[in-house]
């Protein structure tokens, strides 16, 4: 085999309860990445369609820092030329550099044989995090290869955790063509939290992991509070207020912010439901004429990365 | 019937990752509460065993208070005469007020023909807990009713989740005898944590969740870390890293601090392994002239409040 093609799903990171840890993957939108082995030692990328903002050069490029990590790793440099679909914006806050890294971790890995195991791939794709965010956060990379509901404690294999999937739930997606800076984005956070807020936040993460394993949507509803992060971020998301009313209202299991922002969330159960808080985001957003993107995904299991070709 | 006794555990409280959320029964240590229908309106205390420093009268001691506010939900005052028998000291860190409040609710429910389910037991125990304690905190018990692990969110019965059990584990609990003061143990704690810090231990929280449901010890194991609480309450307890250090050498799957202290607790895996730690505890305490009392308890499920006569 000479060429690879593989798909890696957009993320829902800072899943709710989760800050820095909980991450969901959006099985129908992703990015493509295309590996063909080219005879030298080098990684190029020849091509990034719906990108043109992204870096060319092999050391600043996520998916060749991808590789190159697991070249090293493997101690044999068999260099392959890159191409890649964006199949999405980045700056949407919904975990753009990681899918075209978790392609690229999935496409080579296959590539050379499936020397690694999917778990360790995590460890490698976050490299491309580090190039592409600044540090190796675990968070997106993780459920875009894996797939589902993903609790990353730390890039340990043995700490990454695949968890359950209810059935016959939805995530619609909302990205507010807005640009949010990142570093704003972390500068709003509080440093220090108090500690009653902690141990609420840490009750409502116990029970939205039992929800999983118990199959209990009223638990799951309940569970999906974010005391912690939302009360700052939201202030940087025009309409969030209204489109989480909204949203709400319709009965939405949940709402919340995807990674950084500015891209939001609900979870649905049943298609029709999902449609019913599809419309009402969306006539929150034209009442507001804010240009949006939206998309409507089945939380399914399976849903990380995989091949195309 | 006329007469009813029941019992109930003693409890791990502030189970290492939740801080005010988690607590575990204790199956064989415990409070027996006797009731029997006095033919008055009035609750009386006749009897307290082994808490001599108790309170008699009906309006400060917290099994009147619990039984009063059942009546007062049924609007019907079937007084009782109440006889206390305390298992173990109060001011262990064990739930000592908890286990007679979970005692009391549970028998006098079956003495006036269940009208509560034992989620509804909960609150008024927790009533107990307010007048011993001055607020009305459920994780002790929570644990002390339902029996096993129990994540209590909030007062709402929908909010307390009875977990799952991994065979074959026990808890070795000791108690050095010690007099912490309540307001010490509370004041001590910090008022703001880090972000950085909140995020592992929700990560925690999330993993520990998901090995009992997956019966995954190693994930159990290495999920019970108190990043919070204990490197602040652990400075209250003499020869805390040494007890820590010896239980954890002796592969304890787990070490911390049960409620607020000064008890401190083991989880160990097989009746061999137990008694290692039992013995490695007590040598630490004995080579420093600590008085203790300590118990060994298996894990079970159905380890709550339960009639006995």
């Known amino acids: 085999m000479n060429s690879t093609k593989a798909f890696a799903p957009a993320t829902i990171a800072n899943f ?49 820092v991808v590789i190159r990590a697991m070249q090293e790793n493997l101690g044999e440099f068999r260099g392959v030329d890159i191409s890649i679909l964006k199949g999405f914006d980045s700056g949407s806050g919904l975990g753009s550099s990681s899918a075209s890294s978790a392609a690229a971790a999935f496409g080579y890995n296959s590539l050379v044989g499936n020397p690694f195991g999917k778990k360790e791939l995590i460890v490698f794709a976050a490299e491309g995090e580090r190039i592409a965010c600044g540090s190796a956060h675990i968070d997106n990379v993780a459920p875009s290869i894996l797939g589902g509901f ?17 059935d016959n739930l939805f995530a619609v997606t909302l990205f507010p063509k807005i640009k949010i ?5 972390r500068k709003i956070l509080k440093k220090n939290i108090p ?84 419309m009402a985001l969306k006539e929150v957003c034209d009442a507001a004429n804010l240009e949006t993107q939206t998309y409507t995904n089945a939380l399914i299991k399976n849903s990380g990365a995989r091949l195309i070709k």
């Open 16 to 64: 709710n309860v989760g800050y820095d840890v909980l991450g969901l993957s959006l099985n129908g939108i992703g990015d493509e990445v295309e590996l063909t082995i080219n005879g030298t030692e080098e990684n190029r990328i020849i091509h990034i369609k719906n990108g043109a903002e992204l870096p060319m050069e092999s050391e600043k490029n996520c998916c060749s």
């Open 150 to 166: 993903v609790l990353a404690n730390s890039n340990d294999p043995n700490n990454i955790i695949e968890l359950p999937i209810i």
């Open 181 to 185: 800076n990142t570093s704003d984005s």
């Open 195 to 278: 500690l009653e807020t902690v141990s609420r936040q840490i009750g409502l993460m116990g029970a939205f992991i039992s929800s999983l394993y118990d199959n209990n949507l009223e638990r799951f509803s309940y569970s999906m509070q974010d005391l912690i992060i939302e009360p700052m971020r939201s202030l940087l998301i025009p309409q969030f207020n209204e489109m989480k009313a909204a949203s709400l209202k319709h009965n939405a299991l949940a709402f919340g912010i995807s990674g950084s922002g500015p891209s939001v969330f609900a979870i649905t159960e049943g298609i029709e439901n999902t449609n019913q808080v599809l």
